[in-house]
């Protein structure tokens, strides 16, 4: 089965090499979002294909995946690494056919002890149907295409993808190897604001709250210590 892999990025040239590890075999897109790092450059550099697209998560993640031609999609956070023999995991996963998808167990590399509380707690969303694009979901092509692709909207593009997707078929679980995320987006913000804004903002998306708005206010609660960068 071959796999591509997605990367969006937006200044992530220093992170890219520890990303970009592993993946020997598979097709590597980066969908840029403008970075003025020389993150295109580092990728290329690595041997990935790199490809412009419209800034924010979803819309970079969906026009990865338009360009992609594996049977197999894995999108890939720049901060985030996979530990070794992932992609075999993925082609296990993938090889039951009831499976349309998935995503493999996320711990945050942080020492402190919310960095803990949150490896514990996204553990715990996940025996609950819940995860999200820091612990590296993959998808069948076919699947994905079924479900009119990545959304593309300014904010919570990952919980929308795996909503759609379990409604397609099951989605597998990868517990070995991991996929290990920064915590870097938690330095120095209180962590009762973090998990408060993930509440008010997943309860806005449900309420029907526009993107944009949600954007908005994703972005002035980061700056006060607010939710987490995989809400």
Do not use: C, K
């Not at 690494?81 to 942080?110: H, Q």
């Not at 969303?125 to 092509?141: C, E, K, Q, T």
């Amino acid at each position: 089965m071959r796999i591509s892999v997605v990367v969006p990025t937006l200044n992530e040239a220093a992170a890219l090499s520890a990303a970009l590890a592993g993946l020997d075999g598979a097709e590597v897109i980066v969908a840029d979002g403008g970075s003025g790092d020389g993150t295109a450059e580092a990728a290329r550099a690595l041997g990935a294909r790199v490809i412009s697209a419209p800034r924010g998560r979803g819309p970079q993640l969906a026009a990865g995946a338009r360009a992609a031609t594996g049977e197999a999609i894995l999108f890939l956070h720049a901060d985030t690494r996979l530990g070794a023999g992932a992609l075999d995991a993925l082609r296990g996963a993938l090889a039951d056919p009831a499976v349309v998808g998935g995503n493999f167990r996320l711990i945050f590399d942080g020492e402190d002890r919310f960095s803990r509380w949150l490896t514990g707690f996204y553990a715990w969303l996940r025996r609950r149907g819940l995860f999200y694009g820091d612990s590296a979901i993959f998808v069948r092509r076919a699947a994905l295409e079924a479900i009119g692709g990545v959304p593309e909207i300014a904010l919570m593009e990952d919980f929308e993808l795996v909503r759609r997707l379990a409604r397609r078929g099951r989605l597998a679980f990868v517990s070995e190897p991991s996929a290990v995320t920064s915590s870097r987006r938690f330095e120095g913000r209180r962590p009762w604001r973090i998990v408060a804004g993930w509440v008010a903002i997943h309860a806005l998306h449900l309420a029907g709250v526009s993107h944009r708005r949600l954007a908005r206010l994703y972005r002035s609660e980061r700056r006060r210590g607010g939710p987490p960068a995989g809400a």
